[in-house]
């Protein structure tokens, strides 16, 4: 279990998207559209086990670009519909909660993350290339949004 004790998060993302809460939050619970959009740019998914509830899990495997294999692990502690999605990665040694927030802004959506890591040496040693990361899988995100309000 992570047990953050920092009050301020170690990274936050945040990106307005051309599309309802509803349908970006859509966006993160159907595991076929999350599957097409979730990583950095070049990289896939495939989905083991995901139900989008309270104290359930979303196992999958991201497969990268460069023909490696990443087993991933998430637990979903809170889930506010079209408003917050907040969950725990379990990982050896990259262990982080990570909170999802939807709010309007005008008829877009401005959708924050905001990640707490296990430790401050974690966050340290992964901030030089996770703002980066992050603004790929929202470049991915907005595709998919775009697709899905078609």
Do not use: K
Not at 44 to 64: C, D, I, K, S, Y
Not at 81 to 102: A, K, S, Y
Request: proline residues 5%.
């Amino acid at each position: 279990m992570i047990a953050t004790v920092r009050v301020e998060p170690d990274v936050v993302c945040a990106r307005v998207f051309d599309a309802p809460r509803t349908v970006v939050f859509r966006a993160f619970t159907d595991p076929d559209a999350l599957a097409r959009w979730w990583g950095p740019d070049g990289f896939t998914n495939t989905f083991q086990e995901f139900v989008a509830e309270p104290g359930r899990l979303w196992r999958f495997v991201m497969h990268g670009p460069d023909g490696r294999d990443y087993v991933m692990l998430n637990e979903f502690v809170e889930i506010v519909p079209d408003e917050r999605i907040v969950l725990l990665h379990h990982q050896e040694g990259h262990n982080f909660r990570l909170e999802m927030t939807c709010a309007d802004e005008g008829e877009n959506t401005r959708l924050t993350w905001r990640i707490w890591f296990e430790s401050a040496e974690e966050a340290e040693r992964v901030r030089p290339y996770m703002a980066a990361a992050n603004e790929q899988n929202f470049d991915r995100l907005a595709a998919q949004l775009a697709t899905l309000q078609s």
